[in-house]
């Protein structure tokens, strides 16, 4: 017993020629609960901001995410297409983000902010690590919608028929990573954030994030079809497991210097 794809449309809504699509919303959705929750955060704990760093807190936040997940689409997945139609490098609404590259923005973007206002960086990351697993959680959800990025095929009774996978019964891997990356480490993080210990202790929430986010990714790509452009590097090994193996050991190496720093 196998589930039929949902065929849901897309784009969400369509007012004339404006078309606003899952996608984009979902971004959009992410951005302005993790700004809502990081303010009543920043009131609640005392954390040192103010509303006008806030407001350019975002601002960097989303300009990594936008320019670093476009950015490392293109240079770890779309091999020779991007140089022989440079102009799509800015169609970011005809898909195509890598979540890794999309960290890495973000990471610059606050280590700028961080310089700026003099704020510590592994507690900017810590704060803003929080609800990273929103945006997560709502992106693949319309990767699902998307009919894209779905799992290997397999027998088990919810494997689901995607249209693009060529209706052969497949895990709904995007599902998988929804519940894993997005849930569960919310989940854990905010568990965490509540110990007073952690919070004064800047980066385990940061380093805590990154080793959940790659143990995840790690499992959930022997689930997931690798993308067709790149198939497998060697074995049954995936260009997202070579990409997190760093984010892993900067993760292991964040959490053993935050331990032991007195703060």
Excluded at 12 to 31: C, E, N
Excluded at 132 to 140: D, E, Q
Excluded at 186 to 209: D, M, Q, T, Y
Aim: aromatic share 18%; net charge positive; glycine share 10%.
């Amino acid at each position: 017993m196998f589930i039929d794809f949902p065929n849901i449309s897309p784009v969400a809504f369509a007012i004339g020629p404006f078309q606003l699509r899952w996608y984009a919303l979902a971004y959009l959705i992410g951005i302005l609960s993790a700004w809502f929750l990081t303010k009543r955060n920043i009131d609640k704990y005392k954390l040192g901001l103010t509303s006008a760093q806030l407001d350019d807190l975002v601002f960097y936040t989303t300009l990594g995410i936008i320019l670093g997940g476009r950015l490392g689409y293109v240079l770890f997945y779309g091999k020779t297409y991007f140089w022989h139609h440079p102009a799509e490098i800015l169609a970011v609404w005809h898909g195509g983000m890598s979540f890794h590259g999309g960290i890495a923005g973000v990471i610059l973007a606050l280590y700028y902010f961080a310089k700026k206002y003099m704020f510590p960086f592994l507690k900017i990351t810590d704060i803003v690590a929080l609800y990273v697993p929103i945006g997560i959680f709502l992106g693949r959800l319309t990767n699902f919608i998307n009919d894209e990025l779905w799992g290997r095929v397999t027998t088990v009774p919810w494997a689901v028929k995607f249209p693009s996978g060529g209706y052969m019964p497949r895990h709904p891997s995007q599902i998988y990573e929804a519940l894993s990356e997005g849930v569960l480490m919310f989940i854990i993080l905010n568990l965490l954030w509540k110990k007073e210990f952690v919070r004064s202790h800047h980066g385990v929430i940061s380093a805590v994030f990154l080793i959940i986010y790659t143990l995840s990714r790690l499992c959930m790509e022997f689930f997931r079809e690798p993308d067709e452009q790149i198939g497998f590097i060697f074995g049954q090994v995936t260009l997202g497991q070579l990409l997190s193996i760093p984010f892993l050991l900067v993760g292991g190496y964040v959490l053993i210097k935050s331990l032991r720093k007195k703060n």
